[in-house]
């Protein structure tokens, strides 16, 4: 399984991204897909969480400002990140369970700041 994120980039405080994963295979397959971001000097932590169900979990520090959806057609899970803060700043990495496994892409650059 091969996942690419993309969407990344310099955005001012305030402002939106939307973050895109495509997925080589279709991810109505696997069990959950979820959004994880780290930050320079920082551990990788859990932003969102979307499952095959279709039910969605957020970290405290985003609730009400950044929503996941998916897309089974496009193979393709989204972040839209809006209220963007200079907090918000990392490299974000979308990742799959399949399973007992997970998949992991590389990451997507995203820069909040004045």
């Known amino acids: 399984v091969q996942l690419q994120a993309s969407g990344g980039g310099l955005v001012q405080p305030g402002g939106s991204l939307r973050l895109s994963c495509a997925a080589s295979?279709?991810?109505?397959?696997?069990?959950?897909m979820t959004w994880y971001r780290q930050a320079p000097g920082k551990q990788r932590e859990l932003v969102a969480v979307?499952?095959?169900?279709?039910?969605?979990s957020y970290a405290d520090s985003v609730k009400g400002r950044f929503t996941v959806s998916r897309d089974n057609a496009k193979n393709t899970v989204y972040l839209r990140m809006n209220g963007l803060k200079p907090e918000d700043t990392g490299v974000y990495y979308c990742?799959?369970?399949?399973?007992?496994?997970?998949?992991w892409g590389p990451g997507t650059q995203v820069t909040v700041s004045s």
């Open positions: 979307i499952t095959s169900g279709g039910s969605t």
């Open positions: 990742n799959a369970i399949l399973s007992l496994e997970t998949y």
């Open positions: 295979k279709s991810i109505f397959s696997f069990n959950a």
